[in-house]
């Protein structure tokens, strides 16, 4: 638990009158006669989780639902899973992002420093009506597949949107996949149509893309049409010098839009709450990956409370968040359309410009909320980058991180060189279900290291071992209420045995998310990695991050990655804690090195939290969302195979923790 008493950051009362979250509170309670304007966060929290009807019918409302709602909220809110929320409402997502006032750019994108531009909402209306058009007159129907292959960029978008017009189902992958990897992926969902990209830039670099295309398109019997949209633009120099025919179905945007560059208006299919709209993927670094059915009207909720409730976005905001299209957080993004902002779009590096480049944006295109993960946080950290210093960062009043968990250091580091007057929101959740279960409160204080609250409408919790609640201990993070934005279910998973088995086998009846986690004293929330990655040194859980944020204090460590060796070889009873250290550019592990790390672990932590082994390694496997794999490293350490490498950025790195004789003694 946090030792600090007093916050990092509080809101002054003139901005918590002015926030979205103040205008909810008085409107709900208008409407259902109840005193929330002015109650604290708990006491709505409550209202939400115990009269879930009020709750979901105020967001419908306050956040501008366009559809048809019906008489009926949830129908068997007890069964997890099991419960079905507006089973009477119809709407389209697309609808709800498209027709809402944006003055202005409706998107902007920079593509690193090489290409940007504009899109209005008008330009964003048309080019969805060609597409959707397009689609159509090739065949798509609501419940086909169609899939991308494309960066971050204002293309994507619109192919999201012109599916979801429809009712087709969306799904995509960052163009920094391997082939294995998309064809692992959309392999087991058939698309129809598959929008891909000719290349992209990163660090400076131009990577073609065009072969990797080819042999997906080859992969993929399913393919009726592959559209190839121009970046980099070398579409005429395709595939080995082939062009364009190398590719199977190939066709370049401009040729498959231009029947219908006439089309000025979409036409919106109003569908089921409960309609499939994106189709997402675990991480697949133990196998193949699942695929997770989210829907519609689930997601739009969700969404809206989270950007609206929790983060603030109103009207004209300018909202950026650092994500490939491989990671949920691109689908969280995009739907701030249907909250009036501006968005933010950015593809590459964000160390282009020694990692200044996404503080320019914010200060040329007066971002007010800033997205990224912890790990940026703390690599611009080890550089002693002071953005306060040279940037104005005028409008930026959020700050989001994710994807790890932010220590408490990199709260330090946020408020005395990005921002002081911030409302920095460590926020946590995942893919399964395209949100938050824990996230940001604009009319709350910061804590140092915490993250500041439960979302609205969502029943957190932190269980024991035999499903008791705990408060100030680590346990397992559990949701002992459903809510609408759960998936359907697993693609081609009959029956869902695979998706109950994912969340509901542990606890009956209750979600158990897999993280390690604490409620603190302010009823914020600590995350301390993932349970299935949690060390267990003589029986006592140890969550991996309370030992990267100990070790990652020190200079000479850029990053670092722990796990549990099983200790004696072949006891599986009992393991040792090993730590592999990613070391500054020409450092060499020694013995000093060595003592410091442990004790600066042993005089923070507990001498259970202490490496048995450091070992220094030239790399540490990530995701292509950046997240350290543990449960790979520890799998090559014990000479189990990995069994999905496409779904790694650097596979390559596994070979640094491959046959390690330090390991063997």
């Avoid at 697993?490 to 542990?506: I, L």
Wanted: charged fraction near 20%; aromatic fraction near 10%.
């Amino acid at each position: 638990m946090s030792n600090d008493i007093a916050p990092i950051w509080q809101p002054s009362a003139q901005r918590i009158a002015a926030t979205r979250l103040t205008a909810f509170m008085k409107a709900a309670g208008k409407r259902w006669n109840r005193r929330l304007a002015g109650a604290d966060y708990s006491s709505l929290h409550a209202w939400s989780i115990d009269h879930p009807e009020e709750f979901w019918v105020s967001l419908w409302e306050f956040g501008g639902v366009i559809g048809e709602m019906g008489s009926t909220v949830v129908v068997d809110r007890e069964k997890m899973p099991g419960a079905r929320w507006f089973p009477e409402a119809k709407l389209n997502f697309a609808e709800n992002l498209l027709c809402r006032q944006i003055e202005g750019d409706a998107l902007v994108f920079w593509g690193e420093d090489k290409v940007k531009g504009r899109v209005s909402q008008a330009e964003l209306h048309r080019a969805v009506a060609q597409t959707a058009a397009a689609l159509r007159a090739m065949g798509v129907v609501k419940g086909d597949r169609v899939a991308a292959y494309l960066p971050n960029m204002p293309a994507t978008v619109v192919a999201m949107l012109a599916t979801a017009s429809i009712g087709a189902i969306f799904s995509s992958a960052s163009p920094d996949f391997g082939v294995q990897g998309v064809l692992d992926r959309f392999g087991q969902i058939e698309p129809k149509v598959l929008f891909a990209c000719d290349g992209y830039w990163y660090n400076g670099k131009m990577n073609d893309c065009l072969g990797k295309v080819a042999e997906i398109a080859a992969g993929l019997p399913s393919l009726d049409r592959v559209v190839i949209v121009p970046y980099v633009g070398n579409a005429a120099e395709t595939a080995a010098g082939g062009g364009i025919a190398a590719i199977r179905q190939g066709v370049m945007l401009a040729d498959f839009l231009a029947p219908f560059v006439a089309e000025r208006k979409v036409r919106f299919e109003r569908l089921p709450f409960d309609h499939p709209l994106y189709i997402m993927y675990s991480s697949g670094t133990t196998g193949v990956p699942k695929c997770i059915v989210h829907c519609a009207g689930g997601v739009l909720l969700q969404h809206l409370k989270e950007h609206q409730m929790h983060s603030d976005v109103k009207p004209g905001d300018r909202l950026f968040f650092f994500t490939t299209c491989g990671w949920m957080m691109w689908n969280w993004l995009v739907s701030a359309l249907a909250s009036g902002a501006t968005l933010l779009l950015y593809d590459g590096s964000p160390f282009v410009g020694r990692g200044n480049i996404l503080f320019d944006y914010a200060d040329a295109e007066g971002m007010t909320q800033f997205g990224t993960s912890a790990k940026f946080i703390d690599a611009i950290a080890k550089i002693d980058l002071q953005p306060r210093r040279t940037h104005k960062l005028e409008h930026l009043r959020t700050l989001f991180s994710t994807g790890s968990p932010l220590v408490a250091e990199g709260f330090d580091y946020v408020y005395a060189n990005i921002k002081q007057d911030i409302q920095l929101a460590s926020v946590s959740g995942g893919t399964d279900i395209i949100s938050c279960f824990v996230i940001g409160n604009p009319n709350g204080a910061v804590y140092r290291g915490e993250i500041q609250c439960a979302g609205l409408g969502m029943a957190v919790d932190v269980f024991d071992d035999d499903g008791r609640p705990l408060r100030g201990e680590k346990g397992e993070l559990v949701c002992t209420r459903s809510f609408p934005v759960m998936p359907i279910g697993f693609w081609h998973d009959e029956g869902g045995a695979k998706y109950r088995a994912a969340y509901f086998e542990r606890f009956d009846n209750i979600w158990c998310h897999g993280d390690f986690a604490e409620i603190t004293a302010h009823g914020g929330f600590i995350i301390y990695g993932r349970s299935d990655a949690t060390l267990n040194p003589g029986g006592v859980r140890i969550g991996t991050a309370e030992i990267y944020r100990q070790v990652e204090k020190l200079a000479e460590v850029v990053e670092s990655i722990v796990i549990g060796q099983d200790w004696p070889p072949g006891n599986a009873g009992d393991v040792r804690v090993v730590l592999f250290v990613k070391l500054r550019e020409g450092l060499v592990h020694d013995d000093v090195l060595e003592k410091r790390i442990k004790q600066v672990i042993r005089d923070n932590t507990t001498p259970r939290h202490v490496p048995a082994k450091i070992l220094q390694v030239a790399d540490i496997p990530r995701t292509k969302s950046g997240k350290i794999v543990e449960l790979a490293v520890r799998n090559v350490v014990h000479g189990n195979p990995v069994k999905n490498v496409e779904a790694l950025a650097n596979p390559e790195a596994l070979a640094h923790f491959r046959d390690r004789h330090e390991l063997k003694s």
